[in-house]
């Protein structure tokens, strides 16, 4: 089982930043890309920053040139920094893995590894 562990998440001022951290932990296991959610009370979630194992980056429009997505692939970490953030901003903040594991002698890959959360706050 691969567990992806966040942290982070806070209470900040608007236009401050914050950093959020996801871990991947387990057993063999290769990420081929990790993605950052949020989800505001009343809203769907929705994609905030992607990357591939390539370091191949996407961002939600409303986020470009404030967020950057990275990651360590040696410590099987994702980053986000967040940058000018705002009252828009705020919402449970998910990291998400689509990653290969191996499940006896047979490769598999999933999509759905979902950490457990950190609230980001954005008010005076």
């Known amino acids: 089982q691969v567990q992806l562990v966040e942290s982070g998440g806070g209470l900040v001022q608007p236009g401050g930043s914050l950093r959020l951290s996801c871990a991947a932990s387990?057993?063999?296991?290769?990420?081929?890309?990790m993605g950052w959610y949020r989800q505001a009370p009343g809203k769907q979630r929705e994609l905030v920053a992607h990357?591939?194992?390539?370091?191949?980056?996407t961002y939600k429009d409303s986020v470009k040139g404030r967020f950057t997505i990275s990651r360590d692939s040696a410590k099987n970490t994702v980053y986000l920094q967040m940058n000018s953030l705002n009252p828009d901003d705020t919402a449970v903040y998910f990291c998400?893995?689509?990653?290969?594991?191996?499940?006896?002698?047979?490769?598999?890959?999933?999509?759905?590894?979902w950490g457990q959360g950190t609230q980001v706050t954005v008010s005076s």
């Open positions: 990357i591939t194992s390539g370091s191949r980056t």
């Open positions: 387990g057993r063999d296991f290769s990420i081929m890309a």
């Open positions: 998400n893995a689509d990653l290969m594991y191996r499940e006896g002698p047979t490769w598999r890959r999933r999509d759905d590894y």
